[in-house]
C-alpha cells in the first residue's frame, strides 16, 4: 500500500491509499478518481512527505542530504534509501508509535510514517519535533 498526497484542479488537498503506483495511474487515467471535496476528476499527485523520528546524528544528516541536493532527483533517491534501509515503516500508526519510542528513554528505535496535518500539530505540541522528508518515487 502507497499513500498519496493528491491534488484536484481547485487545489483540494487530500490524501488516498493505493496498492501502488500503477494502480493510481491506472484509475485516474480512466477518470475513476475525483476530489472529495468537489467534483473535479482531474487529480494531480504531490509527493507523498513522510515524517521520521530521528536521532540527533540521524536527523543532522538528513538536514544536510535534503539541504544540498532538494532539487536532485538521484540524490531524493539515496535519501529515500537511506531511510528505507535505516528505519522502520510504521505507516498510519506513527503518530502512536512515536510517542511510544520518544517517551521511553531506552528505545532508539528509527521510524518513518505519516501523519495527518491534526496529528503533527499535537505531537509539536508535545514537543515532538518531527523531520518531514521529500519523498520520490524510485520507478518513473
Ligand atoms: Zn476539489
Known amino acids: 500500500m502507497i499513500k498519496y498526497n493528491l491534488k484536484c484542479s481547485n487545489n483540494h488537498e487530500f490524501e488516498s491509499w493505493?496498492?501502488?503506483?500503477?494502480?493510481?495511474?491506472?484509475?485516474?487515467?480512466?477518470?475513476?478518481?475525483?476530489?472529495?471535496y468537489c467534483p473535479s476528476k482531474k487529480i494531480k499527485k504531490s509527493i507523498m512527505a513522510p515524517m521520521l523520528l530521528a536521532a540527533n546524528k540521524d536527523r543532522e544528516n538528513i538536514q544536510k542530504i535534503d539541504k544540498i541536493f532538494r532539487k536532485d532527483k538521484d540524490n531524493l533517491i539515496k535519501i529515500r534509501n537511506y531511510i528505507e534501509k535505516n528505519f522502520e515503516f510504521v505507516g498510519k500508526n506513527f503518530s502512536q508509535k512515536v510517542r511510544e519510542v520518544y517517551y521511553d528513554k531506552k528505545n532508539n528505535k528509527k521510524i518513518y510514517g505519516t501523519t495527518t496535518p491534526k496529528e503533527r500539530k499535537e505531537l509539536a505540541e508535545e514537543g515532538i519535533d518531527l523531520v518531514s522528508i521529500p519523498w520520490i518515487e524510485k520507478d518513473n
Open 18 to 36: 493505493f496498492a501502488d503506483s500503477s494502480e493510481f495511474e491506472k484509475l485516474n487515467k480512466q477518470k475513476l478518481l475525483e476530489c472529495i
